[in-house]
């Protein structure tokens, strides 16, 4: 257990600290950007490549200016708070997905997907602007990097673990011991982290565009009317329950708010 622990630390000694700006929160991330953004890219292509962009061009379009002005609402921020270099860094593309399942996404670089399923659920411009202000909040916070990062030790856990069971005859339990315990403890909290963090981000970026952010909170009632109460228990879940996530962005609103107009940098003309 003593190798374990020395491991680890050492492992957690090597990795890189940074802060997420506006959340404040320290971050791992030893995964640069160099290293994930032209995989991020790539598989974004191959991704449209193999699956059908939406024929509705009122929400594409609607998809896309949305997306375009909450990103471009981060890259003001970015490049008044010396930023640059990052700012830089940034592919944005906004795409909508012919496909029934209720979902969106975001990859390292701010790769958008919308998928056709999810538009209901947002019901209007500000409940897309939840949705995008949600998913570019990810990208933003490099919660990918991060995860890559956090995955990454928890490997080098298991394996210092390996070493050190391996001529016991609990080996196999400790091991199974291990992979549940980081999954639930570590790896699945961690996520729902991310989810939280994005939620209240997305909630400042939505605001920062000019949408109303009370939608934020009112996108996840509808989601919540949608699933009927079927979702897992929440300690066992990546995502924080809809109740959680509607207080949470009830709660958070006026500080949302403050934070918008503190952050927000006008266009320059």
């Known amino acids: 257990m003593k190798k374990i622990i020395a491991l680890t630390f050492l492992a957690a000694f090597l990795v890189e600290c940074s802060t997420v700006p506006i959340t404040g929160r320290k971050r791992l991330n030893f995964v640069n950007d160099a290293q994930i953004l032209p995989a991020s890219f790539a598989q974004y292509k191959g991704f449209l490549e193999e699956n059908k962009l939406s024929t509705n061009t009122k929400q594409t379009n ?10 471009a609402a981060v890259d003001r921020f970015m490049r008044a708070n010396g930023m640059t270099a990052e700012a830089n860094s940034y592919e944005w593309e906004f795409n909508l997905v012919e ?29 897309v602007a939840a949705v995008m202000g949600h998913e570019v909040a990810h990208a933003f916070a490099k919660h990918g990097q991060e995860r890559m990062s956090t995955g990454q030790l928890q490997q080098l856990g298991g394996v210092a673990l390996a070493l050190s069971t391996q001529n016991s005859k609990n080996a196999e339990m400790w091991n199974m011991a291990y992979g549940l315990g980081t999954q639930v403890g570590v790896m699945l909290p961690f996520s729902r982290e991310h989810e939280t963090e994005a939620d209240k981000l ?17 996108v996840w009632v509808r989601m919540s009317e949608r699933s009927g109460g079927g979702a897992p228990p929440e300690f066992m879940s990546t995502h924080p329950s809809n109740q959680t996530r509607i207080q949470t962005l009830r709660n958070f609103l006026p500080e949302a708010k403050k934070l918008a107009a503190k952050y927000n940098v006008p266009t320059s003309k």
């Open 99 to 127: 496909d029934k399942t209720v979902n969106a996404w975001c990859l390292p670089g701010g790769k958008v997907v919308f998928y056709t399923g999810i538009m209901p659920i947002c019901a209007n411009e500000d409940g």
């Open 202 to 218: 997305g909630l400042v970026f939505m605001i920062m565009a000019g949408y109303k952010g009370e939608e934020a909170a009112e």
């Open 62 to 71: 609607q998809i896309r200016r949305v997306g375009k002005n909450i990103s």
